[in-house]
């Protein structure tokens, strides 16, 4: 068997007897003891259990397209006239290396024990139950707010073409809804498929995009303008900060203003984390997950990073219509790329750029639904929320959780009258640092898992399907990145006439979910998890099981039915990604 496929590592739970005359094993199950929640979801208790239905190729393209979205076509706008083009291109390089070690980190822990409730699952067993409940609760109250607002934002898309005069956006948001909360209700691998094909024209969308930049800033549009790095020494790579009647001049006004924008990159990166909420539908994951996670350092430096560098080299910073578009907030009118275009000359692309931006809010509206969904059932399942919420249908739908998650799409009807829009954007400032403390959540367990590896003789680099590479320093490294953002988040708030409304929604999020943590640590009587005590083993013997049988009914389906035409040529071209 190949090494990339074999199990994380040996438990004395099971054995494995090889059956040469068949072919194939025989498994003698030992008894042990499970934690309740997790033997009854593992084992198959009727109505309780999700689907592994997600194949290789989705978990690959939705990670690859996770992120890619509208934080890349129109936030990099707003970002690029506040700070500038080197600005921008040092804080999304920072940030995204940022989130590469949080993936690789969620990626160690979900290839050796690949739970259904993730990394709240993971929190809970190697740092603090505490942790697990905060982690799990924030996370759920980000997703049901985000999940409406890109409702929304497609809503408002849709105007660049009808203006609300003429169609309520309710009805749109209506439409919206029915669609996405349908295709949850089908299943996991309707989902996968769907989620496949959206991620796909998304990123042929920003390759395309990046492609066109690459061509107007050699010159080679309508104009035959070679305009190089023109706008990086005039206006200049660096813009001083600037607030109403602020200005801040020379070393400080460019430090201040490109600190200013490392928020905006993160939440451009927030959905990346994703591929951990679907370990528990996965088929493989153990090596699956790892594939996804190594080609998210690849999206960040292509998607990102270089069509970064090349819109800033397209449009300069103080270009009016730039500004304009940085107040457009949705719509074509609002990205980057449709400055580049008209600037260029080249007529009829940006009603194809904000078709192509629909599309990227509505995968988004779909992504972040099922993560509500998933997030609460693993709420359930970790006995953090009521058990009704990990009830299945026959597809491995928790429908309870998906209803009761669908039931806050409710809130983005808030927008359909105007002056509703600014409490709904209060409302998301709120919640919205939840993804950063997701991400530090995240980074705080790793270091307590590689601390219960080491205690208890576990070596990470030879016993581990896939580690984290630069851990522990990148983890460390990238935990206090994460919290100084954090701290920093609205700190322009104080620049000036105080705002008081901006402060308050943009850092309420931190002690609220200090209050999830605290309160049910002295509710519950929790205690820090000692490295030496953490369970590293509880159900792993059931995951190598389940893993065993899948790879014999793969080697069995491939003897049977080998790759002929076609399939083969893709098994041994594109595939090769998957």
Not at 39 to 60: F, P, Q, V, Y
Not at 196 to 204: A, H, Q, R, Y
Not at 430 to 439: A, D, H, N, R, Y
Not at 490 to 510: C, R, W
Request: net charge positive; glycine share 10%; proline share 4%.
């Amino acid at each position: 068997m190949n090494k990339d496929i074999q199990p994380a590592f040996s438990n004395e739970g099971s054995s494995y007897l090889n059956d040469t005359e068949k072919g194939g094993f025989t498994f003698q199950q030992t008894p042990s003891e499970y934690d309740g929640a997790h033997k009854d979801l593992l084992e198959g208790e009727e109505g309780h259990t999700l689907n592994r239905d997600l194949k290789a190729r989705h978990i690959t393209m939705i990670a690859i397209g996770g992120a890619v979205g509208t934080g890349l076509v129109i936030g990099t706008g707003s970002a690029l006239s506040s700070a500038g083009p080197a600005s921008i291109l040092i804080a999304y390089t920072l940030v995204g290396l940022a989130v590469y070690m949080v993936m690789c980190a969620l990626g160690e822990m979900a290839t050796y024990l690949p739970l259904p409730d993730g990394f709240p699952g993971y929190a809970s067993r190697f740092v603090d139950d505490a942790l697990g409940f905060a982690v799990g609760y924030s996370y759920w109250f980000k997703y049901i707010i985000v999940t409406p607002n890109q409702l929304t934002a497609a809503a408002l898309v849709i105007q660049y073409w009808i203006s609300r005069d003429k169609v309520n956006p309710g009805v749109w948001i209506t439409i919206f809804l029915v669609v996405i909360v349908a295709i949850n209700y089908f299943g996991v691998k309707f989902f996968g498929e769907f989620e496949f094909w959206l991620s796909s024209i998304k990123i042929v969308t920003v390759c395309g995009l990046i492609i066109l930049s690459l061509v107007i800033a050699l010159g080679g549009g309508p104009d035959h303008d070679r305009r190089g790095f023109r706008y990086w020494r005039n206006p200049g790579a660096f813009k001083e900060f600037t607030k109403g009647d602020i200005h801040m001049h020379g070393a400080k006004g460019k430090f201040v203003a490109w600190a200013s924008v490392l928020v905006t990159a993160v939440f451009a990166y927030l959905g990346t984390e994703l591929v951990g909420v679907t370990v528990g539908e996965a088929q493989n994951p153990r090596r699956n997950i790892p594939r996804a996670i190594k080609l998210t350092f690849y999206r960040i430096i292509i998607f990102y990073c270089v069509s970064i560098l090349f819109i800033g080299m397209c449009v300069p910073y103080n270009d009016p219509a730039l500004l304009q578009a940085s107040k457009a907030k949705t719509s074509a009118s609002a990205s980057p790329f449709v400055v580049a275009i008209k600037n260029a000359g080249i007529k009829g692309l940006p009603a194809v750029i904000n078709a192509a931006i629909l599309l990227f809010v509505f995968s988004a509206s779909n992504s972040d639904l099922y993560i509500a969904t998933r997030t609460l059932y693993g709420l359930s399942v970790n006995g953090k929320a009521p058990k009704i919420f990990s009830k299945t249908n026959k597809s491995g739908v928790p429908y309870y959780a998906l209803l009761l998650s669908s039931a806050f799409c409710g809130l983005a009807y808030m927008n359909v009258a105007s002056n509703s829009a600014k409490v709904f954007g209060y409302f998301v400032n709120l919640v919205s640092i939840f993804g950063l403390l997701t991400w530090i959540s995240i980074l705080i367990t790793h270091i307590g898992f590689m601390r219960a590896c080491k205690a208890q003789g576990i070596d990470r680099h030879t016993d581990l399907v896939y580690c984290a590479p630069l851990a522990p320093y990148g983890t460390y490294a990238s935990l206090g990145f994460c919290v100084l953002v954090a701290f920093i988040k609205n700190f322009t708030a104080f620049i000036g006439e105080f705002d008081v409304s901006n402060f308050i929604t943009g850092y309420l999020g931190i002690p609220v979910y200090l209050i999830l943590f605290i309160g049910y640590k002295v509710v519950k009587k929790t205690k820090f998890v000692k490295p030496a005590e953490a369970d590293l083993y509880t159900l792993k013997d059931i995951i190598d099981r389940e893993e065993e049988l899948f790879l014999i009914e793969q080697e069995r389906q491939l003897l049977e039915n080998p790759p002929r035409g076609i399939t083969k040529i893709y098994n041994n071209s594109i595939g090769l990604l998957f």
